[in-house]
DNA sequence: GTGATAATTGAGATTGAATCTCAATATCAA
DNA sequence: TTGATATTGAGATTCAATCTCAATTATCAC
């Protein structure tokens, strides 16, 4: 059984909810994506293979989802939330290429020792972040202006 | 007459716009708030004080004030976006208590030389960021619990 | 002034993501 | 099998935000 499984069928149980077909095929369906998507996309994508869904148990087991910490949301500041793993990843920041909207992703450890500072600081008793950096990618930039 | 509506006047004149009474009624309601506001406050506000407007005006003006540099959209991942002056305040990020909503401002110039060197780092051209840290402010612990 | 031209407004309609409702089903433990 | 509880989905609802468009107002050339 896959790890994403095993976390979310333990997850239910622990709440008294139960693992059921329409819960199965939303965890799949999430987790063949490895990009930052959205809920209409996946509703679209089990409805392309004909497995039964709604829209309402779409949105209610993403919560679930997030809940049970596979998923996070991430805001890009769009009309719609998206969503990505947090099974397999480490925590990163992203780049958001105001051009073409290309997500890149990115870690650095001395964000991470920043962040600490800054609670410190500012006596905040911080638990995550979101760092955004909006701007041109190199692709858009296109190898000539700078 | 004030900076803010020297910059919005110039910025009109100088894209064949007029500015007319609902624009400076919406102007000077924002510019009266110091926090972070959303456009439905400052309709409500404004109607209040029985002064003429609707809501397409709102929206159109708050548009234009972040066109011409006066404002700035803030995302806090609620229902609905923020807004916040530029004029006057210097760059800041934010920290978002979970508990109480409360939203604490702060500066840190080392923040802005990572964000130099991640941008070098990862050869992206970047224009602004964003970083909210969500955490647990002061009050809110009570002084007692860490 | 006068009229042509363009900008503006606001009431109300529309959009669209997200949430909610509730009757019909499914699941599970005893 | 039975009763308690959880689940589902079609469709309604919410709500911020945007759009429509006819009526109004400002601006400019003559
Ligand atoms: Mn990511
Ligand atoms: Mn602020
Ligand atoms: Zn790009
Ligand atoms: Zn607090």
């Given at each position: 059984m896959r790890p994403e499984e095993?976390?979310?069928?333990?997850?239910?149980?622990?709440?008294?909810?139960?693992?059921?077909?329409?819960?199965?095929?939303?965890?799949?369906?999430?987790?063949?994506r490895h990009d930052h998507f959205e809920a209409e996309e996946l509703l679209s994508s089990i409805r392309k293979k004909r497995k039964r869904t709604s829209r309402a148990t779409i949105y209610r087991t993403l919560e679930l989802l997030v809940q049970c910490g596979l998923l996070?949301?991430?805001?890009?500041?769009?009309s719609s939330?998206?969503?990505?793993?947090?099974?397999?990843?480490?925590?990163h920041d992203h780049l958001v290429c105001e051009r073409c909207g290309r997500i890149?992703?990115?870690?650095?450890?001395?964000?991470?020792?920043?962040?600490?500072?800054?609670?410190?600081?500012?006596?905040?008793?911080?638990?995550?972040?979101?760092l955004k950096i909006f701007g041109i990618c190199e692709r858009c930039r296109g190898d000539s202006q700078r």
């Open positions: 095993r976390i979310f069928r333990n997850f239910l149980v622990s709440r008294d909810l139960r693992f059921t077909p329409e819960r199965e095929v939303v965890l799949q369906e999430a987790f063949q996070e949301v991430v805001d890009f500041g769009g939330q998206h969503y990505e793993h947090v099974l397999g990843h480490q925590h890149i992703e990115f870690t650095h450890r001395k964000l991470e020792k920043l962040k600490e500072r800054i609670c410190q600081e500012m006596d905040f008793d911080g638990r995550f972040h979101t």
